[in-house]
């Protein structure tokens, strides 16, 4: 008996899971990065971004979790 037809199917079918996957995760990342400068230019900020007074450059100032 011949395999090969249910092989092939099994990897094409893989293969296009997983590209449409990668475009999802691609489309969404670029979406989130839109809305992302869409708050910042609305004056939103991130709470985790540091005031630009705050930034000095001191490294010692710094912690590190």
């Known amino acids: 008996m011949n395999y090969a037809f249910y092989v092939f199917t099994s990897y094409g079918v893989a ?5 449409c996957l990668i475009a999802w995760v691609w489309l969404d990342g670029r979406a989130r990065r ?7 230019a609305s ?8 005031p630009a007074a705050e930034t000095t450059g001191d490294i010692s100032r710094e912690t590190t979790a």
Not at 15 to 19: E, N, R, S, Y
Not at 43 to 50: N, T
């Open 15 to 19: 293969a296009a899971v997983t590209l």
């Open 43 to 50: 004056g939103i900020r991130r709470r985790s971004a540091r």
């Open 34 to 40: 839109k809305e992302l400068a869409e708050l910042e």
